[in-house]
């Protein structure tokens, strides 16, 4: 391979952890989220996406199923935990696990399907078997290749596992924190979605591959009302949503550690979205605080940092309110690619109809297909391009400045930093100070 | 009907729809599908061999004739930024097969696709494939969709959106 000719010839004579320092020190002196201020080149850096994979996805709890898809016993899907290829696994004595997908013989894939149910996974290459435990099962030839081979020393390595009302999530075994210290503040909000009723998903999860770096929709969906009257301007257009200035009625809010929710209550006095005898079940799951604040919700946007965004959207459709809740993972592939996996969640007692209802609404407005997702998928993409295309401008700077000084509020039911009024950027502040503070090794609580 | 009319005809049918999708044609479009057409892409999966490999749950399109009159005129705003300026799409439609059902003014037309589609001043393109098992009903002395499944040949979609049509 022909090497071109490097910029600054000196810095590729240096090791790697001198290159390692001198990003680490490069990324000090421009990153301000305090400030509103994050260079562009944040989005596109092949360094930049390395440091990530090694400080950011190996320090947080990441989702990577729904305790719905894997209701049996040898029920299993295989996911990406971060960079880490692994099945998710409820095994014959029926307790999740999260195995990398490794065989530790030759580091062979064990399971090739993305579902499916089984009692054990046969490697291909020299037939390694584990059982759905995990535990080592079989050796070929094991007397005559090994003579004695400690089996019980070659289980698949397990990720750590935990789960919050039914979203299973995993960690590199060497995390100290908890899942619970992880999501703190978060769990109130995230009760909004996931704990006000027994919930399931549809069905799998839409997949589709989008050329954007994944910082850019996981702080849209923390942080991001602004971009709805602009972007999603069709939409009252065909009578979807009332008007255009609908997306800035509610609240904005960081809930510690990165994580972001912005609570849209449409204007004072509109009817609630949800349908009375959802209502009842919601008041008897969640705190009284809690209901007042989801009565109110027409739509609200979160993300749980890094990588994890829900929604709960509302709209006039055909004739009939109607309301979905969406979850998805925003899942790198490079420094410029992701994976989204997109599920529908829905309350497990109603109807069938009633959720094909949900499930149809879903896919006509966001998703691969959404009529609303279709235009964000576009920005995030020119953004990631542009930024790619001023990576050697280091003075390009994108603005997060939006609600500086402002105060936040000091009566609301709910933990974290409140603000009244969604047109706000408190949260993506807080998103990349959180994400400096892994890069840097400084740790400690984000907040703006 | 002799039946290298028939196949004639549908393939006839299936081109010209190509075309009016290709060249951004999207009203015109709309009038060749039926009040009751219903539209689907579900989700195809990596699955066991033996196991079924596409959703019965899940869908990247689950259309009626409503829905897709709304995406239609969504792209027709000022706002419809996903396909402003529009990609540049070519559909190629061959493996056409015909077969006759009960009703006399309804047959089962199954064809592979394969969609091109290019944005911008890329040089990449994405290439989507697929089989679409349709059924077209006779209507005004000519063909209308009446349904349609769409068999993709991705799990992982290689495209941004799906504001296009199959």
Request: negative net charge; hydrophobic residues 35%.
């Given at each position: 391979?022909?090497?071109?000719e ?6 590729e004579?240096?090791p ?8 680490i020190?490069r990324?000090?002196q ?6 509103g ?15 990530e994979?090694?400080?950011i ?12 898809e894997i209701?049996?016993p040898?029920?299993?899907v295989?996911?990406?935990l ?7 696994v409820?095994?014959?004595?029926g307790?999740?696990r ?10 062979m894939?064990v399971?090739r399907?993305d579902?499916?149910n089984?009692a054990?996974?046969l490697?291909?290459y ?6 759905n435990t ?6 070929p030839?094991e ?6 081979f400690d089996?019980s020393?070659?289980?698949l ?5 935990d789960s ?6 995993g ?5 100290e ?11 109130w ?5 996931v704990?006000?009723?027994e919930?399931t ?11 954007s770096?994944?910082k ?11 971009h709805?009257p602009n972007?999603h301007?069709?939409?009252?257009s065909l ?9 800035k ?7 510690g ?7 849209g ?23 009284p605080?809690?209901?007042s604040i989801l ?5 609200a ?11 709960i959207?509302s ?6 309110p109607?309301?979905h809740t969406?979850m998805?993972l925003?899942q ?6 992701i ?34 997702e ?8 020119n953004?990631?391009e542009?930024?790619r295309?001023v ?6 700077t994108f603005n ?5 000084g402002r ?5 609301f039911?709910?933990p ?9 950027e408190?949260?993506a502040?807080a998103f ?17 | ?7 004639r005809e549908?393939?006839?049918f299936?081109?010209?729809e ?6 951004n ?9 039926t009040?009751d ?5 579900p989700?195809?999966?990596t699955r066991?061999r033996?196991?079924p ?8 399109f689950?259309?009626?004739?409503r829905?897709l ?7 027709g705003?000022d706002f419809?930024?996903?396909e ?6 070519r559909?190629?439609?061959s493996?056409?097969?015909?077969e006759?059902t009960?009703?006399a003014n ?9 969609l091109?589609?290019?944005?911008g ?12 098992q349709d ?9 209308k969709?009446?349904?349609r499944l769409?068999?993709v ?7 941004r959106?799906?504001a296009?049509?199959?």
């Open positions: 391979m022909v090497k071109a490097a910029p600054f010839p000196n810095r004579k240096l790697v952890n001198d290159r390692r320092a001198q990003l020190s990324l000090r421009d990153v301000h989220p305090a400030e201020q994050i260079p562009a080149y944040i989005f596109s850096s092949p360094e930049v996406y390395e440091l994979m090694e400080r996805f190996p320090c947080c709890w990441l989702l990577v199923a729904h305790e719905s209701p049996e040898g029920d299993y295989t996911r990406s971060g960079p880490y290829p692994v099945i998710v409820r095994g014959e004595d307790k999740i999260i195995l990398l997908n490794v065989c530790r013989h030759r580091g894939r399971c399907a579902s499916g089984t054990d996974f490697c291909s020299h037939g390694f078997n584990y059982k995990g535990e080592l099962i079989g050796v030839f007397k005559d290749s090994y003579g004695a089996k020393q070659h289980g390595l397990a990720m750590k596992v919050y009302h039914g979203l299973i999530f960690a590199a075994p060497g995390l924190e908890s899942l619970d210290q992880f999501l703190g503040g978060m769990k909000y995230l009760d909004l979605y704990k006000r009723a919930m998903v549809t069905g799998p999860p839409q997949r589709w591959a989008v050329q770096n994944w850019l929709p996981s702080e849209n969906f923390a942080s991001d009302a602004y709805v972007t301007a069709c939409m009252p009578g979807l949503f009332p008007n255009i200035s609908y997306a009625f509610g609240y904005h809010i960081h809930a550690n990165g994580h972001g929710i912005g609570i209550t449409g204007v004072a006095d509109s009817p609630t979205i949800w349908p009375e005898t959802l209502l009842q079940q919601f008041e008897k799951n969640l705190s605080e809690q209901f009565k109110t919700v027409k739509n946007h979160a993300t749980v940092f890094p990588n994890l965004s829900f929604l959207s709209m006039t459709y055909e004739g009939q109607i309301y969406t998805r925003w790198p592939v490079g420094y410029d690619t994976e989204v996996a997109s599920w529908v969640l829905v309350e497990k007692d109603i109807p069938e109809e009633s959720k094909k209802k949900t499930q149809r609404a879903y896919i006509h407005t966001f998703g691969s297909s959404g009529m609303l279709q235009d964000d998928t576009e920005n995030w993409i953004v990631t542009n930024s295309r990576l050697q401008l280091p003075g390009v997060y400045q939006m609600g500086l105060k936040p509020m000091d009566s039911p709910g974290g930093e409140v603000y009244e009024c969604k047109f706000h408190a949260n502040r990349y100070q959180r994400w400096l503070d892994l890069l840097l090794g400084d740790g400690g609580d984000a907040s703006i | 009907m002799h039946r290298f009319e028939l196949e549908v393939a006839e299936l081109y010209r190509a075309e009016l999708l290709d060249s044609r999207l009203e015109q479009w709309l009038e060749l599908l009040e057409i219903n539209y689907e892409m989700l195809r999966m066991e033996g196991q490999d596409v959703s019965s749950q899940t869908g990247h689950s259309e009626d004739r829905s009159e709304l995406r239609v005129k969504r792209l705003t419809g930024w996903a402003n300026p529009p990609s540049r799409t559909r190629f439609i493996n056409i097969r015909v006759n009960a009703d309804e047959v089962k037309a199954d064809s592979y696709f394969l091109y589609r290019n944005r001043s890329s040089t990449q393109a994405d290439l989507i494939s697929g089989e679409r059924l077209l009903r006779r209507r005004d002395g000519g063909w969709l009446a349904s769409i068999l040949d991705q799990a992982v979609l290689g495209t959106n799906l296009i049509f199959f």
